[in-house]
Every structure is written in structure tokens, then in C-alpha cells.
């Protein structure tokens, strides 16, 4: 069976400090992993997916993902954090063609 | 490209009173999903379709949730009787149905229960 966990139900960080998501997976074969990020009150955007082409995947708004599979992990970065980056993250993975979610980490950002 | 629509934004009802939920996927998407995020948690699936046929619903609490996409387009989510434990937010979403392809989010209906 598959699932995912994220470490981390919070994390603060200052602007222009590097951002760290943290995301694991438990799977018997290859995964197809992905980061959504959901703003308040917006629906939900694909950030990233994995789908086993490259292990270092760019996303959208300077956002990145390592798949590692030595580590069974998919953390999400970026180099530095602006303020418009505080919303909910959340990793899964796709099962078929159905998103299953993990709990979510939410990502607050300080001036 | 229109996105993913769904009405209301916001629903508030009092508990065992049944309520409805629509959602208009993209045009041309065949696979739609209904998700339950209740606050504080991630989107669990309720129920996948695949053109106007069910593909998973294993989640659905069927006794009180029921879903359709009729003609394989729109779709509506009801809930009848409602509980205190429904308030969550409820996401449709839609993709092209081929493997490894985006699925597109509509904002959500926010449910109040009370």
C-alpha cells in the first residue's frame, strides 16, 4: 500500500530564508508524487509532480522537489521565501488516476 | 480557459436537513472527483468519475452521501440527512483523465452544520 506523510504540521520562516517541506513516502514500486499549495480562500494548485523522468523536479513559483528514493522522500524547497508564499502545502501521491492527499504543513512567512 | 465552477461558496444548515453541491468540470475533462477537506486535514476522495461512470467511491459514506454526473458533464454532491461531523469544505476537481495529467481545483463549498 501507499502513503505519504509530511514530518511538519507548521513552519515559520523569515523572508528571504530558505524554505524546507518536508514529505515521505511509503511505496512498493515507483511513485508518482506530487505538491499542491492552497492559498486562503483559493483552490488548490499543482505545484510539482513527480513521475519518475527526473528525481530533481522544478515547480512553479521557484519551488523545487528531490525525489530520493534511498530516503523514501520528496521534500519540497525554495531559496528564499517571500511573504505571497504563506499558504497550506500538501504532498500525495496518485493512485491510478485518483490524488491521495497527505495532512497538510502549513508555511508561515515573517517580515 | 474557464476553470473549475462550483456553487455556493457557502452553506449553512441545521443538522438532518440535506443540502446540495454543483460542480461544472473543463470542458472536454472526463474525470471529475469530489473531496472532503474538513478543517485542519487534507482533501480526502469521496468519489471519482469517469465520464458519467463511477470509478471510486470506496469512501463515500453512501447511507447519507450521494453523487451524479449525469450526461457525463456536471456533477452534484448530496448530502441527506446532514450531521455536526459534515461541516468541511467540499472540492470538485477535474482532469483529461489520461495518466499523470493535472487535475484542476475549482474554490470549494464551505458546509456549515449546525
Known amino acids: 500500500a501507499q502513503s505519504v506523510t509530511q514530518l511538519d504540521s507548521h513552519v515559520s520562516v523569515s523572508e528571504g530564508t530558505p524554505v524546507l517541506l518536508r514529505c515521505n513516502y511509503s511505496?512498493?514500486?515507483?511513485?508518482?508524487l506530487f505538491w499542491y499549495v492552497q492559498h486562503p480562500n483559493k483552490g488548490l494548485q499543482l505545484l510539482l509532480k513527480?513521475?519518475?523522468?527526473?528525481?530533481l523536479v522544478k515547480g512553479i513559483n521557484g519551488f523545487e522537489a528531490e525525489f530520493k528514493k534511498s530516503e523514501t522522500s520528496f521534500h519540497l524547497t525554495k531559496p528564499s521565501a517571500h511573504m505571497s508564499d504563506a499558504a497550506e502545502y500538501f504532498c500525495?501521491?496518485?493512485?491510478?488516476?485518483?490524488?491521495?492527499f497527505g495532512k497538510g504543513t502549513t508555511l508561515s512567512v515573517s517580515s | 480557459e474557464a476553470g473549475v465552477a462550483q456553487s455556493p461558496r457557502y452553506k449553512i444548515i441545521e443538522k438532518r436537513q440535506s443540502v446540495a453541491f454543483w460542480c461544472n468540470p473543463i470542458?472536454?475533462?472526463?474525470?471529475l472527483y469530489w473531496y472532503q477537506q474538513i478543517l485542519g486535514q487534507g482533501p480526502k476522495l469521496l468519489i471519482q468519475?469517469?465520464?458519467?461512470?463511477?470509478?471510486?467511491d470506496s469512501q463515500l459514506p453512501k447511507d447519507r452521501f450521494s453523487a451524479e454526473r449525469l450526461k457525463g458533464v456536471d456533477s452534484t454532491l448530496k448530502i441527506q440527512p446532514a450531521k455536526l461531523e459534515d461541516s468541511a469544505v467540499y472540492l470538485c476537481?477535474?482532469?483529461?483523465?489520461?495518466?499523470?495529467?493535472?487535475?484542476?481545483f475549482g474554490q470549494g463549498t464551505r458546509l456549515t452544520v449546525v
Open positions: 476537481a477535474s482532469s483529461s483523465g489520461q495518466t499523470n495529467t493535472e487535475a484542476f
Open positions: 511505496s512498493s514500486y515507483s511513485p508518482s
Open positions: 513527480y513521475t519518475s523522468a527526473a528525481t
Open positions: 500525495g501521491y496518485q493512485a491510478g488516476t485518483a490524488l491521495i
Open positions: 470542458s472536454g475533462h472526463a474525470t
Open positions: 468519475f469517469q465520464n458519467n461512470g463511477v470509478v471510486d
